[in-house]
């Protein structure tokens, strides 16, 4: 009878695998300062601008901390928008529509923004989870597993959004309602196409700038 030898650095090796695979099945891993990362999950939503206008569609992808909880309970998550592209909508039928940061200022007014615009974002929200809910590590966002409750809000299965995100990682809390943004921060930026104004910031803190031919 031949006998299969396997030598002692073949099985380290096996032993390696079979551990790494394990703790890569096990779901989002602490990180340092008892943070826990989830995500990235690719995301494609319209984008509303200071008018309350569809004035792009964004495609993106979302990653979650969740930071240690609260000492009253509650939850503080990060959502962070990497890889953030944009196309600009214009009216809808070839012709411009309102400018993302029209109704921010008097000086914004009168500014408009055609149709095929691309350029690129990237921001945050922080939002908070009130007291009475627990985090579950898994879940993941829109995928075809949990749809459709784990994707909540999602248009199509395997749409990540935040408030799916949410269901699934909170369950029983409603975003807008028992979770909700405190805080954000987002920037667009385009180059050239025959625009005069660049840049425009979306904050919590005040908007500035604007994307306008």
């Known amino acids: 009878m031949k006998r299969s030898l396997i030598s002692m650095a073949s099985l380290v090796s096996i032993m390696l695998f079979v551990v790494a695979t394990i703790a890569g099945a096990a779901g989002p891993a602490p990180q340092v300062g008892?943070?826990?990362?989830?995500g990235p999950y690719a995301s494609a939503t319209p984008d509303s601008g200071s008018c309350g206008n569809n004035w792009a569609v964004d495609l993106f992808?979302?990653?979650?901390?969740?930071?240690?909880?609260?000492?009253d309970g509650s939850w503080t998550v990060k959502q962070t928008f990497l890889k953030g592209k944009f196309s600009s909508l214009g009216n809808g039928q070839s012709g411009s529509g309102d400018s993302p940061g029209k109704c921010d200022s008097p000086a914004n007014a009168s500014n408009q923004l055609k149709?095929?615009?691309?350029?690129?974002?990237?921001?945050?929200?922080?939002?908070?989870?009130q007291p009475g809910f627990s985090y579950v590590g898994v879940g993941g966002c829109g995928t075809l597993?949990?749809?459709?409750?784990?994707?909540?809000q999602g248009s199509t299965p395997g749409d990540c959004t935040t408030g799916g995100w949410i269901q699934a990682h909170f369950p029983g809390a409603v975003y807008g309602s028992t979770a909700t943004v405190t805080s954000y921060s987002i920037t667009y930026k385009a180059k050239g196409q025959g625009l005069t104004v660049f840049t425009w910031t979306n904050s919590n803190a005040g908007d500035?700038?604007?994307i306008a031919n």
């Not at 008892?34 to 989830?38: A, H, T």
């Open 34 to 38: 008892g943070s826990i990362i989830d």
């Open 61 to 71: 992808n979302r990653q979650f901390e969740i930071l240690p909880q609260n000492p």
């Open 115 to 129: 149709e095929g615009v691309t350029g690129t974002f990237k921001g945050s929200f922080t939002i908070t989870v």
């Open 145 to 152: 597993a949990d749809w459709p409750v784990g994707a909540g």
């Open 208 to 210: 500035s700038g604007d």
